[in-house]
């Protein structure tokens, strides 16, 4: 099947296998590697991608559901040769060790930091939630780390947020 | 320091072993057996063969060539008999992922099973003495007699603690790129702790010279211990690209890395301990029963730690082992140290609270001269100063000992210590230096696999060299470097700036080119006990509704030499302790009596620590001076955070509710029934 979408502004049409993953077709056929594949069944994060704005994991995401999508992976985050200020920040606290969760946490971050509204840490359920380091541990739980980075990640995205 | 690679790694740019561009690559997708032990019947093959994109299939039914000096689990294919469920029996290669995948489950196995036994117990009939454990120590030790020992103590422990089988799960699944030239050298793209050590025993499983093997693994996403030696997937690689005529990829999923990659065998530890009325210990025995496959011996040193921690005129040690119808057990972080120190560390709770002690001060006043097992006198032991400061910083004075007595709304709240400890060891390693473009560059075949090797190794030349780190640039993860131990045991910053070191001299003397071998030196060291140490303390908060451990606060105080780099380091040790709280509440692989193998075959049900488990937690470090380690001064630090995490917790879960859990995990259910 064919479908048209864009990655990292990019504009790709590409004849696709109607099983893929919209992770397997990134790191197959795009040559984009830096969306990690850690479990392929949506529970590890590290596929994150941010797809229309919005944080999502690709290994659940077929390839043919997306049609028209913009998709932004790690390699898109930075802009004209700076980082992104979470990219800057997980380097300056060491919120990364192996590195393999790394962009899948960035893309997370970067989507969780536009999301609005309460998490299931949240205790007043009106108006906007503050970014206490604990909304930060509960809203990125969804990303795994075993080399044990959370604490400098929270620290970083927390620098990043204030 | 900011890890050299950091950049690559957080742009995308950092390139892992599945993701090597290589053109015309074909995809292998192994099949695994259904059974726990028995035999393959026969191979249908016929489906599979017919579907799009499939170039061949392998199987035990037509064994491709392997060398009979083959390990017995790289040796794929050779047999059709079955040893473990999961093992593989065939693998299919077509031209994407989607097609071999499609295909292995078109493979139909027939099978001929027999009676299985998967359960290790503590009275299973076979058990056995193996010759050694793991890595080279002796399988028993024994000073005083025990018996005498407690007879004549005044309080006394014995207590039975079990550890679950649990799985490294690094971040990026095991996998391997295998390329043939067409003069039939081979390269491995391949996520290893250890490049040259993976060339050397994949070239002995396909039967060929070292040098016709190159094995590249420049970025690993963790190991922690599975990665150490290659997988199933290096020598699977290679046979499929063989077959093929193609370059071939085998990445594992992470059900596949259940079966084939390693984990940690489970225990069941009994430990005797009797001290007398002021709390020094007369007699200490730890007894300790785990499992192998039928396969491969791989006997835990799970006593170990019991051998250098306390002061006692009587000790005894033993490690039996079983092999059973189950996949290979290997290294996981702390192998040994870490399920050892939670029996020793629980049960010296144990003898605190039964001697009416306070727990720092019991592991103080027990503090030995000199290695107790061996007799051997320490390099340096901080131990004491470590318990010191740890209470110290926790606020530990002020602690009731009294259990179940603290309460924070619906939440019983407790603290606990446990000591950790790891030993100092090197491994002999090669390393060049020159003088290339106004800069240097030193070479060698070590692995960065998330500890920061090459961040540790840059600072190491620098200060060896004396010159700025940016002046210099390490090459390393490529077996065609300077041979160099692996990733492991916590050596690696050791051996392999040792090696750097002296590397660095050597240009110094040259002017334009040094190399080191460490081999001799290793040889002709002085008999020591060398081991760093620490001190861990954690603060739980037990729901008594629904019986959640929460750990509110946790601090580790460790003693480990010269602290290379601070930032490496402190992300090292909490990252040990993060682990360290999986295994203690959470970590378990579930083996299946009925068909053989693991039950909870993923990250939804095997479940590690996430970032909303991880409350305040701090690692800090002493001075230590210790000049009969290395030239940097250096303990390694990979494993001795994971060491006293979990009998920490455990204590602590004990002095928050009064119920000694002392079968890991410790789970909502076991503190509610």
Redesign the interface.
């Known amino acids: 099947m064919e479908i048209t979408l864009e990655v990292n502004g990019v504009p790709h049409t590409v004849v696709v296998d109607p099983r893929i993953s919209l992770l397997d077709l990134l790191r197959e056929r795009l040559e984009l590697t830096g969306s990690k594949k850690g479990c392929d069944h949506g529970q590890c994060g590290a596929c994150t991608v941010l797809i229309d704005g919005r944080r999502a994991l690709s290994c659940l995401a077929l390839a043919v559901a997306q049609e028209g999508s913009e998709i932004t992976t790690v390699e898109g985050l930075a802009g004209d040769g700076q980082l992104h200020p979470l990219q800057a920040a997980f380097l300056e606290h060491d919120a990364l060790q192996c590195g393999y969760c790394t962009p899948g946490q960035l893309c997370s971050a970067v989507g969780m930091l536009a999301e609005r509204g309460p998490s299931a840490v949240t205790e007043e359920l009106t108006g906007e939630p503050e970014l206490t380091a604990a909304e930060i541990r509960e809203r990125m739980s969804g990303n795994l780390c075993r080399c044990g980075a959370y604490p400098n990640i929270v620290t970083a995205i927390a620098a990043v947020a204030r | 320091m900011?890890?050299i690679?950091?950049?690559?790694?957080?742009?995308?740019?950092?390139?892992?072993a599945?993701?090597y561009?290589v053109k015309r690559l074909a995809y292998c997708y192994p099949v695994q057996a259904e059974i726990a032990h028995g035999r393959v019947a026969g191979i249908d093959t016929t489906t599979a063969l017919a579907m799009p994109g499939v170039l061949t299939v392998l199987s035990c039914m037509e064994p491709p060539e392997l060398s009979p000096e083959a390990d017995p689990e790289l040796a794929l294919f050779q047999r059709r008999e079955v040893a473990y469920r999961g093992q593989f029996v065939a693998a299919v290669v077509a031209d994407?992922?989607?097609?071999a995948r499609?295909a292995a489950g078109a493979v139909r196995v027939a099978y001929e099973p027999a009676s299985h036994d998967v359960r290790l117990r503590a009275d299973h009939p076979g058990l056995y003495k193996p010759e050694k454990v793991n890595p080279d120590l002796p399988t028993d030790t024994e000073k005083g007699q025990v018996a005498a020992g407690l007879a004549a103590a005044e309080v006394t422990v014995e207590a039975t603690y079990t550890t679950p089988a649990t799985h490294n799960?690094?971040?990026?699944?095991h996998a391997t790129v295998a390329l043939w030239s067409g003069a039939g050298d081979l390269t491995l793209f391949d996520a290893s702790q250890g490049v040259t050590y993976a060339r050397n025993i994949v070239a002995q499983a396909l039967g060929l010279r070292p040098e016709r093997v190159r094995v590249v693994s420049r970025?690993?996403?963790?190991g922690?211990g599975s990665k150490g030696t290659p997988r199933p997937n290096a020598v699977l690689a290679a046979l499929a690209a063989r077959a093929a005529g193609r370059p071939v990829k085998v990445?594992l999923?992470?059900h596949q890395m259940y079966d084939v990659t390693g984990y940690r065998t489970p225990t069941i530890q009994r430990i005797r301990l009797g001290a007398d009325a002021e709390g020094r210990i007369t007699a200490l025995e730890h007894e300790v029963a785990e499992q192998s496959s039928t396969l491969v011996e791989f006997a835990e040193q799970t006593a170990s730690p019991t051998r250098i921690m306390y002061a006692t005129p009587s000790l005894r040690t033993a490690h039996r082992l079983v092999r059973l119808d189950v996949a290979t057990p290997s290294w996981m972080r702390a192998p040994g140290e870490c399920p050892g120190m939670f029996a020793l560390e629980s049960a010296m709770d144990e003898l605190a609270v039964a001697a009416g002690l306070d727990p720092v001060e019991l592991r103080v006043r027990n503090d030995p001269d000199a290695e107790p097992a061996s007799g051997l006198p320490f390099s340096s032991r901080n131990l004491v100063a470590c318990l010191r400061e740890g209470a110290r910083r926790f606020g530990w004075q002020d602690r009731d000992p009294a259990p179940g007595a603290r309460r924070d709304g619906r939440r019983l709240v407790g603290t606990g210590v446990a000591s950790s400890t790891y030993p100092a060891r090197r491994l002999p390693s090669q390393a060049s230096a020159s003088i290339e473009n106004g800069g240097y560059v030193v070479r060698i075949a070590a692995a960065d696999?998330?500890?920061?090797a090459r961040t540790a190794l840059t600072r190491i030349a620098a200060t060896a060299l004396d010159v700025d780190p940016d002046l210099v640039r390490i090459e390393l993860g490529d077996s065609d470097l300077p041979h160099a131990s692996l990733a492991g045991g916590s050596m690696g910053t050791a051996s392999w700036g040792t090696a750097v070191t002296l590397a660095c001299q050597d240009l110094l003397r040259d002017g334009k080119h040094g190399f080191a071998d460490t081999t001799e030196i290793l040889r002709t060291l002085p008999n020591l006990a060398r081991h760093a140490f620490g001190a861990q303390f954690a603060e739980v908060r037990v729901d008594a509704d629904t019986g959640e451990v929460r750990i509110s606060r946790m601090l580790g105080v460790f003693a480990a030499g010269h602290i290379v780099d601070a930032?490496?380091a402190?992300?090292?040790f909490?990252?040990?302790?993060?682990?360290g709280i999986g295994m203690a509440l959470m970590e378990q692989t579930v083996t299946d009596l009925e068909f053989g193998g693991f039950t909870n075959r993923?990250?939804?049900q095997y479940h590690?620590?996430?970032?909303?488990d991880?409350?305040r937690?701090d690692a800090v470090w002493l001075d230590e001076e210790d000049d009969e380690l290395n030239p940097m001064g250096a303990k390694g630090i990979g494993e001795i955070g994971i060491v006293g995490t979990a009998a920490a917790v455990a204590n602590a879960v004990y002095h928050a509710t009064g119920r000694r859990i002392r079968d890991l995990p410790i789970t909502p259910a076991k503190l509610l029934l």
Not at chain 2, 5 to 16: F, P, Q
Not at chain 2, 574 to 579: P, S, V
Request: no cysteine; glycine share 14%; proline share 7%.
């Open positions: 900011i890890r690679e950091g950049r690559d790694k957080v742009t995308g740019r950092a390139t892992y599945a993701e561009p994407s992922y989607d097609n499609a799960n690094p971040m990026e699944p970025h690993v996403g963790g922690f990445a999923t992470r696999i998330g500890t920061g930032t490496l402190r992300s090292q909490i990252g040990g302790m993060i682990m993923d990250l939804a590690v620590p996430v970032n909303a991880i409350e937690i």
